[in-house]
């Protein structure tokens, strides 16, 4: 019996959906770098999915992208959760979000991906909300919903 239980948690990982959460560094020039996480079945055209884009707050800024890692919606994922969304969560070096970049990451995304470009969602937390505001404020065709959380805007 010992030995079937360690087989079946060796396995597991192959007999779970395909789900990954990938570094991109450079991937769109100019622009910031940025975990993706693709859901199972993410590369169906068929059946478009989601797209949140998580804007981290000023602690998490600078050039450690595991950083970001941290909390908020990609920390979620790393400890397990399944989302059945793609996700984009940036990271900037220095200063406030800048919505022309986030737009370039967004572009970049839905150019490669099975992208519902009807559902994309953007959510920060304190300069990420300030980001969140910015972005939606700029590009307000391009979001289905926004949230800041303790962050603002003009």
């Not at 450690?64 to 989302?83: C, E, F, K, N, W």
């Not at 991906?113 to 910015?134: E, F, K, L």
């Amino acid at each position: 019996m010992t030995k079937f239980l360690i087989a079946v948690f060796c396995l597991m990982p192959f007999l779970l959906p395909a789900q990954t959460l990938t570094a991109c560094r450079d991937s769109v020039k100019g622009s910031y770098s940025f975990w993706f996480y693709e859901p199972a079945n993410g590369d169906s055209v068929i059946t478009r999915k989601p797209l949140i884009i998580f804007l981290h707050g000023q602690s998490l800024s600078g050039n450690s992208l595991p950083q970001v890692l941290r909390y908020g919606t990609v920390d979620a994922i790393r400890m397990g959760r399944s989302v059945d969304a793609f996700v984009l969560a940036p990271q900037k070096q220095k200063g406030a979000w800048q919505p022309s970049k986030i737009l370039d990451l967004l572009e970049w995304t839905t150019a490669r991906y099975a992208i519902d470009t009807a559902r994309v969602y953007v959510v920060g937390m304190s300069a990420g909300g300030y980001g969140t505001i910015n972005f939606v404020g700029t590009y307000p065709e391009k979001v289905a919903a926004a949230m800041a959380l303790c962050g603002g805007g003009s």
